[in-house]
């Protein structure tokens, strides 16, 4: 559904992305793993454009893409069918959760009011906030925002929904409601690609697991073959710092 | 009492009422030009200044140091003496025109700058996640602007906005120094003719102290209306 080659981005004389090979096929949930300053983040952010890749060439399913020369119209056309959920949630302050998650429909797509509304509360219910349709972001909690997020990304149906680090500015009470939201779509099929440090869900829910350091993608399998049997050194070091002891558990 | 009667007198300063008030609609004339010109123009500039390409950049940076570096009163007077022969060389004959118009035209320049700053300040104030949410949902830059940004945007400028505007309405007593008579000129016409200008000067201080409250009044409704947004 989205394959990506050769990736290349650098932010002045800082070379954040060397040359990052990617595919992702529906029902895919991928998680992207490795340290501050890896090039995860950017990664995410170039393929829907929020970064202007250096060089790279994208398809995403029939359509090809030159990452550093796409033109307007096609970039809007992508991010149609690319979700984004953001670290701190960027909802949009001036509109209610309803607002938030119907704009891309009415606005984006000049969908009647009635139909993108049905499709808005349906997703919010879904993240389990059918009681909070009329609130501003002001008025809900972190866990409570990023869950609209994550409704207003699914309700744009989108091929693939990105996550860049979705939990990482929650309070820890609160991550678990997130981390169940995204457990709940991975089970239903929706193809993800989550940046994040939370190996449960890495474990738990992903199929595949890259682990990304300085630029690179060191190494690539399933929650399996990764945690309980890195290959590669780099990949056992870091599981090294972020679990204690990385096994398997059955 | 006699020594006092002859500095203020309550019946004069009655009096010079209703020769002062026909005045008041040249004052609020050029404040609603200043306004409306200058907030089109404002956000123009600030816009330009935004995302404009690099070469309009020095040009808008001479035009807003230039209109905020030198004193109001120098403004008026190079509008008024310096434009007709700028026009002129563009083949424009000035001459006829009314004095009052190089009045709006010297405030309305004055505005867009001060405005631009407020506006451009105020738009860089909402942060880029906006924008980049609303890019991420499929909404053209435009469309980002106009629904998500721009709302938020005017309620962050709206305090310094309401100042600039009070600050504007005081601003348009300089008029009278080319000869356009509006409500503070006329006051001191009267005080000329009748050699006692405190009443009509005690008038017009009641009535800048009057709008001025009506003002703040209406940007704090403003506030409170736009707030929980």
């Known amino acids: ?250 | 009492m006699n020594g006092v009667g002859e500095f203020f007198s309550w019946s004069r300063f009655v009096d010079d009422i209703p020769r002062l008030l026909p005045y008041l609609p040249v004052t609020l004339g050029i404040v609603a030009y200043a306004i409306i010109l200058g907030v089109f123009l404002g956000m123009v500039i600030a816009l330009l200044r935004i995302h404009g390409q690099w070469f309009f950049q020095p040009f808008l940076r001479l035009y807003i140091s230039f209109m905020r570096g030198t004193p109001m009163l120098v403004q008026i007077l190079i509008v008024f003496y310096g434009l007709p022969i700028v026009l002129q060389a563009l083949g424009i004959e000035a001459n006829r025109w009314d004095k009052i118009v190089f009045v709006y035209i010297a405030f309305a320049l004055n505005e867009g700058a001060f405005l631009s700053e407020i506006f451009r300040s105020s738009i860089l104030s909402v942060p880029t996640g906006q924008m980049e949410a609303a890019l991420s949902v499929g909404l053209t830059r435009w469309q980002a602007y106009r629904r998500i940004v721009l709302p938020q945007a005017i309620r962050i400028a709206l305090p310094s906005f309401g100042t600039d505007f009070i600050a504007l309405f005081h601003g348009t007593s300089l008029a009278f120094l080319i000869g356009v008579v509006d409500i503070m000129g006329r006051a001191k016409t009267l005080g000329a003719s009748t050699k006692h200008a405190l009443e009509a000067y005690l008038f017009i201080a009641l009535l800048f102290i009057v709008a001025s409250a009506l003002l703040r009044l209406l940007f704090h409704f403003l506030d409170r209306k736009l707030s929980y947004t």
């Open chain 1, 1 to 250: 559904m989205l394959r990506i080659k050769n990736v290349h981005k650098s932010f002045g004389k800082n070379e954040v992305l060397k040359g990052i090979d990617l595919s992702i096929d529906k029902g895919d949930v991928v998680v992207i793993l490795g340290a501050s300053g890896s090039g995860k983040t950017t990664l995410l952010r170039c393929i829907n454009f929020l970064e202007k890749a250096d060089q790279g060439k994208a398809s995403f399913g029939e359509v090809d893409l030159d990452l550093h020369q796409a033109g307007k119209k096609e970039i809007q056309s992508v991010r149609k069918k690319l979700g984004f959920v953001f670290q701190n949630y960027n909802l949009f302050h001036n509109k209610t959760a309803l607002e938030n998650v119907t704009l891309g429909l009415t606005v984006g797509r000049k969908m009647p009011r009635e139909m993108a509304e049905e499709i808005g509360r349906k997703a919010l219910n879904k993240v389990g906030l059918s009681d909070r349709y009329d609130y501003y972001p002001q008025q809900l909690s972190g866990g409570q925002q990023q869950r609209v997020g994550i409704a207003r990304a699914v309700a744009l149906n989108p091929d693939i929904i990105l996550f860049d680090e979705p939990t990482s500015a929650l309070d820890p009470e609160l991550i678990g409601e997130v981390l169940g939201v995204m457990k709940k779509i991975a089970r239903e099929g929706t193809t993800m690609l989550v940046v994040t440090h939370e190996m449960s869900f890495a474990q738990d829910v992903a199929n595949r697991v890259i682990f990304m350091d300085q630029g690179v993608i060191v190494e690539e399998g399933s929650p399996r073959e990764i945690f309980s049997n890195p290959k590669e050194e780099r990949t056992k070091q870091f599981l090294r710092r972020i679990l204690p002891e990385y096994t398997y558990t059955i």
